[in-house]
């Protein structure tokens, strides 16, 4: 009788976290499929479609710069450092939240090339448990090179 309660206490919570967790996509599946925002992004960017890129963004993004507040701030850019040349992933993160429910937050570091030189930029998606509805929150961009020269 002693072992009964054991199975309650111990057992019982263990198969039912194990359970699921089997149960979530793997991180595997959460970066595959931010990889396909970002390369929605990087697409629209080399085309210079900026208005197309603004339905990638999560609409909290748009709490400190609105859309149009952006798509200038994007051509702008292209004005001072040039055309989109390349892009190639540098690094990248899956954090998954404590439960069923919570979002996943993706991170993808990028070093993409412009014509006068190049910017890391840093994308972070976030999307429900189930890798669905992904969308950008964060977009850092920096330029070492300006930075760096003191440009």
Known sequence: MYYKPLIYKFF???????????????????????????????????????????????????????????????????????????????ASNVEQGFNRNSAVTTVLVFRVQYEKTYSIQKLTIISDADATNMRIIGHYIDFPEIKNNGK
């Open 12 to 90: 019982i919570p263990v198969m039912a976290i194990i359970l699921s967790a089997c149960s979530a996509p793997s991180n595997d599946v959460f970066k595959k499929n931010a990889e396909v925002i970002a390369t929605k992004l990087f697409n629209h960017l080399a085309a210079k479609e900026y208005t197309e890129v603004i339905k990638l963004y999560d609409p909290r993004f748009f709490e400190r710069i609105s859309p149009t507040g952006w798509v200038d701030s994007l051509e702008k850019l292209e004005d001072k450092i040039g055309a989109f040349k390349s892009v190639k992933q540098t």
